[in-house]
T-cell receptor, first 109, second 118 residues
Framework: GEDVEQSLFLSVREGDSSVINCTYTDSSSTYLYWYKQEPGAGLQLLTYIFSNMDMKQDQRLTVLLNKKDKHLSLRIADTQTGDSAIYFCAGSSGYALNFGKGTSLLVTP | GAGVSQSPSNKVTEKGKDVELRCDPISGHTALYWYRQRLGQGLEFLIYFQGNSAPDKSGLPSDRFSAERTGESVSTLTIQRTQQEDSAVYLC????????????????FGAGSRLTVL
């Protein structure tokens, strides 16, 4: 299976950009995903990127993929307090997604 | 339904008791997944269904855990003789299934069932 590693905690000030990083081991992952989990809720898909792309932008979200280094990042522009949550990256190995442990993002006023 | 529904949302049980957790996937989603999330941990894959069949049960932690799916719809995760280490949030997700689309396998998650074993 795939190992997915993330830093566990990130704190930013409101209005700043947040960058959440992830590394993965399985280079055969066709898609890589970012999910968000708010307290007491399930995971919500934020975005995903096809492995032959190196960047995808979706409003305030920018995903960068460095396939050579097996590094994935999620940039949130103009971070708001409502962005405080746990962010999971995930790779696919066939049918199931393999998730990292999640990065807790705290946005302070 | 509009989303993935799980019940109960919270369950407190005594050590040694059996529990059943239910998942209602999105209508038409052929694939269904169970994950476990322990406090402060990532998601641990338990089992996956394609239709009513479970091609991969290797994530089930022990033989006390079992799951079934009927009618390509509802799934039940059963934990027998619960132990304190079973305390976790059990998340269910469904998707159209990798065999249905050439694109991304997007999982939609339920809110989870929080299990506390005393």
């Amino acid at each position: 299976g795939e190992d997915v590693e993330q830093s566990l905690f990130l704190s930013v000030r409101e209005g700043d950009s947040s960058v959440i990083n992830c590394t993965y081991t399985d280079s055969s992952s066709t898609y890589l995903y970012w999910y968000k989990q708010e307290p007491g809720a399930g995971l919500q898909l934020l975005t995903y990127i096809f492995s032959n792309m190196d960047m995808k932008q979706d409003q305030r979200l920018t995903v960068l993929l460095n396939k050579k280094d097996k590094h994935l990042s999620l940039r949130i522009a103009d971070t708001q307090t409502g962005d405080s949550a746990i962010y999971f990256c995930a790779g696919s190995s066939g049918y199931a997604l393999n998730f990292g442990k999640g990065t807790s993002l705290l946005v302070t006023p | 339904g509009a989303g993935v529904s799980q019940s109960p949302s919270n369950k407190v049980t005594e050590k040694g008791k059996d529990v059943e957790l239910r998942c209602d996937p999105i209508s038409g989603h052929t694939a269904l997944y169970w994950y476990r999330q322990r406090l402060g941990q990532g998601l641990e894959f338990l089992i996956y269904f394609q239709g009513n069949s479970a091609p991969d049960k290797s994530g089930l932690p022990s033989d006390r855990f079992s799951a079934e799916r009927t009618g390509e719809s509802v799934s039940t995760l059963t934990i027998q003789r619960t132990q304190q280490e079973d305390s976790a949030v059990y998340l269910c997700a469904s998707s159209l299934g990798v065999v249905s689309l050439p694109g991304a396998n997007v999982l939609t998650f339920g809110a989870g069932s929080r299990l506390t074993v005393l």
